[in-house]
T-cell receptor, first 116, second 114 residues
Framework: GAVVSQHPSWVICKSGTSVKIECRSLDFQATTMFWYRQFPKQSLMLMATSNEGSKATYEQGVEKDKFLINHASLTLSTLTVTSAHPEDSSFYIC????????????FGDGTRLSIL | AQSVAQPEDQVNVAEGNPLTVKCTYS??????LFWYVQYPNRGLQFLLK??????LVKGSYGFEAEFNKSQTSFHLKKPSALVSDSALYFC????????????FGKGTKLSVIP
């Protein structure tokens, strides 16, 4: 099946550090990628939708200057958490869409971000 | 806006017994429906989808789901539960309007008891 690779799996860093998370679709071209945040025992919260070659569309309440998204190619999107603080600690998950509604999104394995 | 409801936060079932995880969806055109499973500290894994055609959809790991248009439901089922099926299950629907964005249910935690 389709594979989406997300790195790193775990990040522990000091407050004020910027952290970059990569999401790659390994065996298909992803016209659209999504970034989610998940709090413990809760559903996924969509943060932004990323289309290759264009600016990301952020959901209401998500700071675009805080969470920088780049989708430079059809196989790679990155999320950079700038000047991270403890309240940014969370589980971040990306997904990639093959660009057809009859095809499912495929998810990365997530990144556990812990800000000290 | 689309909405997906999973009425049960948790479902407990004995190993070997049949399991059902419930999902209802909002109606808007042709629904594109999906089930995903999430294991601890992992992303979501695709189980199955309903796009069109037969109302009974078969997916991975022995799971199946029944699409019921009159009840706007898409319940996930498995004839015989395994302990390894214990996980968090999400029902999802495409948001529509040309978007590939998914609307998720809140998730149902399935616990299979040995």
């Amino acid at each position: 099946g389709a594979v989406v690779s997300q790195h790193p799996s775990w990040v522990i860093c000091k407050s004020g550090t910027s952290v970059k998370i990569e999401c790659r679709s390994l065996d298909f071209q992803a016209t659209t990628m999504f970034w989610y945040r998940q709090f413990p025992k809760q559903s996924l919260m969509l943060m932004a939708t990323s289309n290759e070659g264009s600016k990301a569309t952020y959901e209401q309440g998500v700071e675009k200057d805080k969470f920088l998204i780049n989708h430079a190619s059809l196989t790679l999107s990155t999320l950079t958490v700038t000047s991270a603080h403890p309240e940014d600690s969370s589980f971040y998950i990306c997904s990639a869409s093959p660009g057809a509604v009859n095809q499912p999104q495929h998810f990365g394995d997530g990144t556990r971000l812990s800000i000290l | 806006a689309q909405s997906v409801a999973q009425p049960e936060d948790q479902v407990n079932v004995a190993e070997g017994n049949p399991l059902t995880v419930k999902c209802t969806y909002s109606v808007s055109g042709n629904p594109y429906l999906f089930w995903y499973v999430q294991y601890p500290n992992r992303g979501l894994q695709f189980l199955l989808k309903y796009i069109t055609g037969d109302n009974l959809v078969k997916g991975s790991y022995g799971f199946e789901a029944e699409f019921n248009k009159s009840q706007t439901s898409f319940h996930l089922k498995k004839p015989s539960a395994l302990v390894s099926d214990s996980a968090l299950y999400f029902c999802a629907q495409y948001s529509g309007a040309g978007s590939y964005q998914l609307t998720f249910g809140k998730g149902t935690k399935l616990s299979v008891i040995p």
